[in-house]
Structure formats: structure tokens, C-alpha cells
T-cell receptor, first 114, second 114 residues
Framework: DAMVIQNPRYQVTQFGKPVTLSCSQT?????MYWYQQKSSQAPKLLFH???????NEADTPDNFQSRRPNTSFCFLDIRSPGLGDAAMYLC?????????????FGDGTRLSIL | AQSVTQLGSHVSVSEGALVLLRCNYS??????LFWYVQYPNQGLQLLLK??????LVKGINGFEAEFKKSETSFHLTKPSAHMSDAAEYFC????????????FGSGTRLQVQP
């Protein structure tokens, strides 16, 4: 089945140690999104790629960056994780055919900071 | 600007009872509306979407939602709750303004009592 795959499912890193989260998709969708979801909260959009065009949300900290080397893969880099960055990170994709196109989510990576 | 309000952060029903999860939206242009479900430690799964084709939308797992423009509502219902319906439910809105981001509500946790 076509899907959105996130690796790893669980990631533990040390305070200040850079970490990279991975997302791949077999849907061939133009748009890939990264969300941060803290406990009992709604997902919060960090940024998204439309093809190779990067779109950052205004309130996304500089500590968070992203790369999309090709259509299938997208990475979230956290340069110096702080305790407040512990969260579930969700990757999503959509076919940008209009506002009605739904987003398809991966199962997320739960990030813990020691 | 667009926003979503979900009334009731927690809803508890008995197995076999009606499920009603409330969602009200605000949008300056005709919206696209979505309901997603999230099971523990998983990503978001699309339940259904409103794209203006029909005001009553049927989704997966027996859920449906009705778009009521006069009430700016898009409430989610299921006639008979099942234990497997216990999860977090998110309502989301997207305005067709070229901005691709979804705006999520704060979520409603559904508990199903035996």
C-alpha cells in the first residue's frame, strides 16, 4: 500500500545533540509537511515543501530545519534540541490539486530529550 | 483568517450509544473541512472531508458529518459507539486561498464505556 513512513518511531537524544528525523512517501505527492504535536495538543505546522520550494511558518524556531533531497524523502533536523522540543513529530503529504486535497499522515516519531 | 473550535476536550459515551463530537469553524471564504482520528502513538487518519459536493458526508468506520453553513458547524456523529472508537478526534479547516496549511482544532478525546 502507498503510504507515508517515518523513521525511527522513537528517538532519544541528549540535550543539545543534533538529531534528524526521516520521512518517506510512496504516494508521489507534491507537498510534504512537518508538524510538531505535544502531549494532548493539536498538531502544529512547522514548515512544508511544495516540490522543492520550502515554506517556513513564521513562528517556527530557527533550531528546526528541513531538507527534501527528492520527491520521496524529507528530513527534519533539530540542531540543538532543548527539553521543550520533546514531542511527537508528524510528517504528512498531499497532492496539491486544490484546497480539498486531504493530508496523509505517517505514524510519527516520538522524540525524547535526556 | 480561519479557525476551528471543538467543544468538549473529553467526551464519554457508553458502547452502543450515539457519538456526537462538535466542531465549529470560522473562515472568511468557503472552507474545506476535515475530521481526523488519532489512536495512541499513531499518526492522524482521515475520517472524512467536506468539499462542497454534499452537506452530509459519510466517512470510514460508520462516521458521518453534516456541514451547516448557517451554524458554521461540522459536527461528527456515529449512531452506535464501539469500543474501538476510543481515540482522539481532530477537526480541521483549510480555506482555498492558496495557503496549504490545515488549521486544527484542539481535539476531543472520546472514551467508550462498556
Amino acid at each position: 500500500d502507498a503510504m507515508v513512513i517515518q523513521n525511527p518511531r522513537y528517538q532519544v537524544t541528549q540535550f543539545g545533540k543534533p538529531v534528524t528525523l526521516s520521512c518517506s512517501q510512496t504516494l508521489n505527492h507534491n507537498v510534504m509537511y512537518w508538524y510538531q504535536q505535544k502531549s494532548s495538543q493539536a498538531p502544529k505546522l512547522l514548515f512544508h515543501y511544495y516540490d522543492k520550494d520550502f515554506n517556513n511558518e513564521a513562528d517556527t524556531p530557527d533550531n528546526f530545519q528541513s531538507r527534501r533531497p527528492n520527491t520521496s524523502f524529507c528530513f527534519l533536523d533539530i540542531r540543538s534540541p532543548g527539553l521543550g522540543d520533546a514531542a511527537m513529530y508528524l510528517c504528512a503529504t498531499s497532492r496539491d490539486g486544490g484546497g480539498w486535497q486531504p493530508q496523509h499522515f505517517g505514524d510519527g516519531t516520538r522524540l525524547s530529550i535526556l | 483568517a480561519q479557525s476551528v473550535t471543538q467543544l468538549g476536550s473529553h467526551v464519554s459515551v457508553s458502547e452502543g450509544a450515539l457519538v456526537l463530537l462538535r466542531c465549529n469553524y470560522s473562515s472568511s471564504v468557503p472552507p474545506y473541512l476535515f475530521w481526523y482520528v488519532q489512536y495512541p502513538n499513531q499518526g492522524l487518519q482521515l475520517l472524512l472531508k467536506y468539499t462542497s459536493a454534499a452537506t452530509l458526508v459519510k466517512g470510514i468506520n460508520g462516521f458521518e458529518a453534516e456541514f451547516k453553513k448557517s451554524e458554521t458547524s461540522f459536527h461528527l456523529t456515529k449512531p452506535s459507539a464501539h469500543m474501538s472508537d476510543a481515540a482522539e478526534y481532530f477537526c480541521a479547516v483549510k480555506a482555498d486561498t492558496g495557503r496549504r496549511a490545515l488549521t486544527f482544532g484542539s481535539g476531543t478525546r472520546l472514551q467508550v464505556q462498556p
